[in-house]
């Protein structure tokens, strides 16, 4: 399979490379010579300090997200993005021994440093995994609290990661996220000089189109409960921007900001309403559309991120098959160990094995008919195949 066969998008290549840095050499997310950390800064009052590892606060943070939280003693709680483990530490503090923590970062790095960490600090509520936000490798309902501190920003695909969010919390649940927005307008130009200064900006959303979207994703109580402006020096803003450019964001319009931002999963989801809420792609498949089966090679899961090594894949085929669910496509997946009737009982399939036995696998079927064995297509074949248009 091709390098670009459902490689990662080019955001999360960068972003893995650079963390992938921070992780073994030190540094931060802001710019080269660090010059935002100051608008960027987490208070570290001696309180949050206690909880953490001196090698767990890589300056990553935009926020405290856990302040928002409302933990309680005995609850379970995923962190998205982990990073060395700093928020996943003070929270672990604070559900007590009872409760747990459970931290997924898909930079393999950031999680060895976290679980090293966490061995040296004796902590034992809470566990670090390789895995991607938009294909969490967590079950259903299975948290009470979600955390993340500036790293949604960063995912491509907004919708997918609060729909796994979504998913992962319990009928109820809550979330508290830290994260960069901007208000209005944010022109090319200008996200390349802030990037100059705050580099972990890429992919951030417009404030209320960022809300908007975790209302669609099923959450209510959506809300703001903290903001602070990210100023971007003049003279920057003079080296790269006309003086028209410069005056507009000198009134503000446009603003980079760093918000924390809660909400929750109502305790009985209205499924009919949410997925009668427009989506923003221009094309969705009808509610008589294409049906999509596919027939696994044995494996433990099929995410691709249930072992130490993940496989990018895997990841990138439960993406692509999730993408299409949102476009209202109808998605079956099948593994031997927890669907062997589906192997001996669909002709295609079980006549495909017969003749080729397993290494045929993975198949994949089109309204029961065989539209590919052997590999797994690619995101734009699987696009293709649902008869949508190119993404």
């Known amino acids: 399979m091709s390098d670009s066969t459902l490689s990662d998008d080019p955001l999360k290549s960068a972003v893995r490379k650079t963390y992938e840095a921070i992780a073994t050499e030190g540094g931060s997310c802001c710019g080269p010579s660090g010059d935002g950390a100051a608008d960027l800064a987490v208070d570290m009052s001696e309180d949050y300090a206690e909880a953490i590892a001196g090698e767990a606060d890589l300056n990553l943070g935009c926020g405290r997200p856990t302040d928002h939280a409302g933990l309680k ?52 509520n809470v566990t670090f995994e390789v895995g991607d936000i938009e294909a969490l490798p967590v079950e ?4 009470d609290v979600i955390l993340s501190n500036c790293v949604l920003n960063l995912v491509p695909d907004k919708e997918a990661a609060f729909a796994q969010m979504h998913r992962a919390l319990r009928p109820g649940g809550r979330f508290s996220v830290s994260d960069i927005v901007h208000v209005g307008s944010f022109p090319d130009e200008l996200r ?40 971007l020096p003049d003279d ?60 696994d090679s044995p494996m433990c899961c099929s995410t691709g991120v249930c072992g ?21 496509v109808s998605v079956e997946r099948y593994n031997p160990a927890s669907h ?33 064995r052997w590999t797994y297509p690619s995101r734009d074949e699987f696009i293709r195949m649902a008869g949508l248009e190119p993404v």
């Open 73 to 124: 003693p005995g609850e379970r709680v995923l962190d998205l993005g982990s990073g060395a483990g700093m928020d996943a530490f003070v929270a672990r503090r604070d559900v007590g021994p009872d409760g747990h923590v459970h931290g997924v970062d898909f930079t393999e790095e950031m999680v060895e440093k976290a679980r090293a960490n966490a061995d040296n600090l004796g902590y034992d």
């Open 140 to 143: 259903d309902g299975t948290f």
């Open 236 to 295: 920057l803003l003079s080296e790269h921007l006309d003086a028209d450019e410069v005056a507009r964001v000198g009134t503000g319009d446009p603003e980079l900001q760093s918000v924390t931002v809660r909400g929750q999963r109502p305790a009985t989801d209205d499924v009919q309403a949410r997925d009668a809420r427009p989506r923003s792609h221009s094309k969705t498949a009808s509610s008589d559309g294409p049906k999509i089966e596919v027939f």
């Open 192 to 231: 390349e000089v802030a990037e100059l200064y705050v580099g972990c900006i890429a992919g951030a959303m417009e404030r209320e189109a960022y809300l908007d979207r975790l209302r669609e994703a099923g959450f209510t109580d959506v809300q703001v409960v903290a903001d602070k402006t990210i100023s």
């Open 308 to 328: 130490p090594d993940p496989d990018d894949t895997l990841v990138a085929v439960s993406g692509a098959l999730r993408w299409l669910e949102r476009q209202g």
């Open 340 to 372: 062997p009737e589906m192997f001996t009982d669909t002709p295609v399939v079980y006549d495909a094995l017969q003749r080729e036995g397993q290494d045929v696998l993975p198949i994949v079927l089109v309204d029961g008919e065989l539209q590919s």
